[in-house]
T-cell receptor, first 114, second 111 residues
């Protein structure tokens, strides 16, 4: 399996809701990433996990909470989001962080905060 | 700091015309450069990377360290090349090699 999968494809949530985004890969990759992509903009890095440990947090607000339960799975827990958080959330994976590997991207979850 | 600049937001050409998507970077170390492509309703995917020196779908890109550029070229554009193209640089952000994306160029190939 050479794909990164993400669920759900679309999510609409209110500002008081709690929801989670899920990302999965079975390529044996040890680095996983969350990006946020606004319309007509490049992806912006949010978090990086390496060997299931948080490696980078790009000053993301605490209403976004990542979790890496195992080497194949990456979650992003959402709570008390703002309308400006509406975006496409992309997950990616790569073999590791020590070298400039290609990153494999999932199709994204399109999030709308109402 | 590492930075990637794609000066054109939109590039429109006719089918069969040559295409050049520009990318300039700034990075103090030895960079690894990539081109990623996002076709309509598809995921972001790697098109090519400079170290492999491949030609993918007729596209090539040469790293010019003197001009700090990594322009993407194709001699004859096809309609199916219409997509969003991102140039990206992999550099060490202290905790491993991370991708920094340029702003992207939308390529439209007209029939």
């Amino acid at each position: 399996d050479t794909e990164v999968t993400q669920t759900p494809k679309h999510l609409v949530m209110g500002m008081t809701n709690k929801k989670s985004l899920k990302c999965e890969q079975h390529m044996g990759h040890r680095a996983m990433y969350w990006y946020k992509q606004k319309a007509k903009k490049p992806p912006e890095l949010m978090f990086v996990y390496s060997y299931e440990k948080l490696s980078i947090n790009e000053s993301v607000p605490s209403r976004f909470s990542p979790e890496c339960p195992n080497s194949s799975l990456l979650n992003l827990h959402l709570h008390a989001l703002q309308p400006e958080d509406s975006a496409l959330y992309l997950c990616a994976s790569s073999p590791g962080l020590a070298a400039p590997y290609e990153q494999y991207f999932g199709p994204g979850t399109r999030l709308t905060v109402t | 700091a590492q930075r990637v600049t794609q000066p054109e937001k939109l590039l429109s050409v006719f089918k069969g015309a040559p295409v050049e998507l520009k990318c300039n970077y700034s990075y103090s170390g030895s960079p690894e450069l990539f081109w990623y492509v996002q076709y309509s309703r598809q995921r972001l995917q790697l098109l090519l990377r400079h170290i492999s020196r491949e030609s993918i779908k007729g596209f090539t890109a040469d790293l010019n360290k003197g001009e700090t550029s990594f322009h993407l070229k194709k001699p004859f554009a096809q309609e199916e090349d219409s997509a969003m193209y991102y140039c990206a640089l992999s550099g060490n952000l202290g905790a491993g090699n991370m991708l920094t994306f340029g702003g992207g160029t939308r390529l439209m190939v007209k029939p």
